[in-house]
Structure formats: structure tokens, C-alpha cells
């Protein structure tokens, strides 16, 4: 017994080596798993606020850049504005406003950001007391950035759309198509189509938008633009890489978008047995 | 190790985890050469250091880092199996006659030639494992390969500045 403890001792520093990398490798799986609710990220307090405090200086120099892209989502929104105000010159209905209100938008800031690596998470500056729930949608002026992962009281971690680990539910614009956006983990600025079937006629220049079914975005906002349709590997679908319409080393500020019936669609797909895809 | 070291290796620590959060984050030189600066931090431990408290210091490191960079137990564990290694490559590639007791594997003390060999693997095997448990069942080989390969070039790079202009001969920093 006693020579099977000073074999194990001298063994010590492999044992704890093997243990550690054990532990390490269950929290690398344990934390890729999409809904899986983290403690050790960058939106717990201390964290955050170190995150924070960086951003704080670094944003400084780029707040030029960030009035820019606010002027011209400001104007292209009062261009919505007029032709939705536009003075009636036929009789309307009024519809219900439980109908009409079924998505809720808030603004946040980015802390913090990362597009190297082939799962990247982004941290927000809103938590859980501003209203931030897991699995909303985020988005900017240029197009879609990705989904809340978790939430704490005062920040919050985003899959980014740059993680091979998010599936997004989008269609090509001109012909109704529907696919699923993934990133390939290659270049920050491209990504995938999948699951476009062979005889659809997809051509570059496409414009490639979100579609309703997903739940977590509302119809219609940019994902990409189609940059190459090849016939590939695969017999039942075409190879297609968009060029993403977000430029995420740039991107500072963000909108939030909540399905207020969420919850609602969730019960309705339960109960028919289906996977909704985010 | 008395007490002023202790204090020296403190402050080394802390102020390599501080740069490579908050300046070298997002740094990627052509998208292909990451830095990651505070593994000169468990380079520059004592050679006698005993192997088990340096496996858990870089572990605890690796999961420091992990948590800013929202990789939870990827620098872990490649921090791990560099902290391992450390141990027995010192002992493979010893001059003749072994190490002084009071020697430091750093730049001023050791040479340059004796110095690049000791990083350069090290660091290449860190960056080796670091993109292997990244890019799983995503990128190619080559992919991996290449991004370790330039990586541990350019970390080794900076460690070298680093220690040119900070560490002084014959002292913690």
C-alpha cells in the first residue's frame, strides 16, 4: 500500500496535470453549448466593469465614427417616419396594438469584442436590471451582430454572429429562399448559406435578410450580400458565401429586439414536438 | 525565493495580464500572429521551482485570462500543458555542468541562443493546443498550424523586447 502511494506521489505533477486538463476541457465543452448558462464570462461584475473602463477610453477615439452611423440611421428613420405619417387620403383601421407592438428594441453599447478566434462572444453594457433577457436578438445599423447568451444584473455576454456554434435563420431576399446562416470560422468578414437547395437560382449581388420564422429577429433585416454560388460538395445544396453586411471590428453600438410573444410561439412549438432554430 | 522576488514576480504578473487584456485582446498581426504575452510570466519562474505549484499557478493564469477573453478553459488548458512541459525541457536542454542554483530562465541572464530554444518550443505548443481546442472540427490543419506557427514567432518576439528593456541582470525585474 504504502509503495502504491509513493509511486502515486511521485507521479504527482502528471496526475494534476491530467486533472487540470480534464477540468479545462469539460468547461471548454460545458461553455460552447449555445444555451448554457456560464458563471465564469466577462459579464460578471468584476469583470464587466474592468471591460467597461477600457471601452470607456478606447470609445473616445471613435465616437466620430459612432455619430455617423447614428446620423444616418437617424435619417433613414425619419424617412420611415414620413411615409408612415403620411396624411391619410383613404379610410384606415386601426389595428390592434397588441398585434402591432411584437417586438421591443432597446439600445446598448459594446464593452467588449473579438473576431479572431472561432468562437467569439461580445460583452454589452446592459444587464438584466435594464431589461436584457437571454435570447434576444441583436442587431445594428448595418445588419444582423447576434444573440444574448447570458445575462447578469449589469452586463450581458452576445454570441456573436462570428461563432460557429450560431445558426441563423435567413432567406434570399429576391426569391423567398430560406437557409441558415453559419459562420465557417475563417474570415471576419465572410460567412455561409446553408442549405439552399440546387435549384434555386441564387446569383451574386443577392441580398441576403433575416426571415420571420426564427422568433428572435423580425422579418427583413440585413444579414449579407451573396458573394460566390458554387455547385459544391454536397448533391443536395449549393455552396454559397455572403459577404456579412456588418463590419464587427467597427461595430460600438447596438440595438436589442425582444419577441414579446416568445414565450407564447415556445409553448405552440412544445406542445407540436418541433426544434424552433434560432 | 525570499521575499522581495515574491513581490517582483507579484508586479511581473500582474502587469502581463493587464497588457495582454487590455492592449493585445484583439490583436492579430495579418490575421494570423496572435501575442500572448503573459505566458512570459510562467517562462520567467525560477528553474528550480517545483513542478506542482507552477502547474496550478498557470492553471489559475490561464483561467484568469479565459474569463476576459470569453474562452473559458482554452488558455487553461494550453497554460496547463505548457507549465508541464516547462519542467522537462528545461532538464533536456541543460548546459554542461546543470544551471546555477539562483538562475532565472530569462533573456539576461541565459543568452539569446539558449533562450529562443527554451521559448520557442514551449510557446509553439501552447499556441499549438490553444488552436487545436479553438478550431475543433471547424478550420484545417493548416489553418492551425499556421496560426501556432507565426503566433509563437511573434510572442517569443515581444517577450524578448520585453525583457531587453525591463528585466535587469541579476534580479527578479
Known amino acids: 500500500m504504502l509503495r502504491i502511494l509513493q509511486f502515486l506521489y511521485s507521479l504527482r505533477s502528471f496526475l494534476l496535470f491530467v486533472l487540470l486538463e480534464v477540468l479545462a476541457i469539460s468547461l471548454i465543452v460545458s461553455n460552447n453549448s449555445p444555451q448554457g448558462a456560464a458563471f465564469f464570462n466577462s459579464s460578471n461584475a468584476l469583470t464587466g466593469s474592468v471591460l467597461k473602463t477600457r471601452s470607456d477610453v478606447v470609445d473616445f477615439f471613435s465616437l466620430a465614427e459612432a455619430n455617423d452611423a447614428l446620423l444616418s440611421e437617424n435619417a433613414r428613420l425619419l424617412e420611415q417616419l414620413k411615409s408612415v405619417n403620411s396624411i391619410p387620403d383613404s379610410a384606415k383601421i386601426q389595428l390592434d396594438s397588441l398585434l402591432e407592438a411584437q417586438f421591443d428594441f432597446k439600445g446598448a453599447r459594446i464593452i467588449s469584442n473579438s473576431l479572431r478566434f472561432a468562437q467569439n462572444h461580445i460583452t454589452l453594457n446592459k444587464g438584466s436590471k435594464d431589461g436584457v433577457k437571454p435570447g434576444m436578438g441583436v442587431f445594428n445599423e448595418q445588419g444582423v451582430v447576434g444573440r444574448v447568451k447570458t445575462v447578469n444584473e449589469n452586463f450581458s455576454v452576445v454570441i456573436s454572429l462570428l461563432n460557429t456554434e450560431m445558426n441563423l435563420s435567413s432567406k434570399i431576399k429576391s426569391t423567398g429562399d430560406f437557409g441558415t446562416t453559419k459562420w465557417d470560422g475563417k474570415d471576419s468578414g465572410k460567412s455561409k448559406l446553408l442549405y439552399i437547395p440546387r435549384h434555386v437560382n441564387a446569383s451574386q449581388g443577392d441580398t441576403i435578410v433575416t426571415n420571420g420564422y426564427s422568433a428572435v429577429f423580425p422579418e427583413g433585416i440585413l444579414v449579407g450580400i451573396i458573394e460566390s454560388v458554387n455547385q459544391g460538395a454536397d448533391p443536395n445544396y449549393l455552396d454559397i458565401v455572403i459577404n456579412l453586411s456588418v463590419d464587427f471590428s467597427r461595430a460600438h453600438y447596438v440595438y436589442l429586439v425582444e419577441n414579446t410573444q416568445l414565450a407564447e410561439l415556445d409553448t405552440l412549438t412544445k406542445q407540436a414536438e418541433i426544434e424552433n432554430e434560432f | ?173
Request: a positive charge; glycine letters at 8%; one cysteine or more.
Open chain 2, 1 to 173: 525565493m525570499n521575499f522581495r522576488n515574491l513581490i517582483t514576480y507579484i508586479f511581473l504578473v500582474i502587469c502581463l495580464c493587464l497588457v495582454q487584456i487590455l492592449l493585445l485582446k484583439n490583436l492579430a498581426l495579418f490575421g494570423v500572429a496572435f501575442c500572448f504575452i503573459y505566458l512570459l510570466a510562467i517562462l520567467s519562474f525560477p528553474i528550480n521551482m517545483r513542478s506542482f505549484p507552477l502547474i496550478l499557478i498557470s492553471f489559475g493564469l490561464g483561467l484568469l485570462i479565459d474569463v476576459f477573453y470569453d474562452t473559458l478553459g482554452l488558455h487553461a488548458a494550453a497554460a496547463t500543458l505548457l507549465a508541464f512541459l516547462r519542467t522537462y525541457w528545461l532538464k533536456a536542454i541543460s548546459p554542461n555542468g546543470g544551471y546555477d542554483d539562483a538562475n532565472n530562465p530569462t533573456l539576461p541572464e541565459m543568452g539569446i541562443g539558449w533562450y529562443i530554444s527554451y521559448s520557442l518550443p514551449l510557446v509553439f505548443a501552447f499556441s499549438l493546443m490553444f488552436f487545436i481546442a479553438d478550431q475543433w472540427g471547424t478550420g484545417g490543419l493548416f489553418g492551425v498550424l499556421n496560426k501556432s506557427l507565426f503566433s509563437s514567432i511573434f510572442t517569443v518576439i515581444l517577450a524578448i523586447i520585453v525583457q531587453l528593456l525591463f528585466f535587469k541582470r541579476r534580479r527578479g525585474i
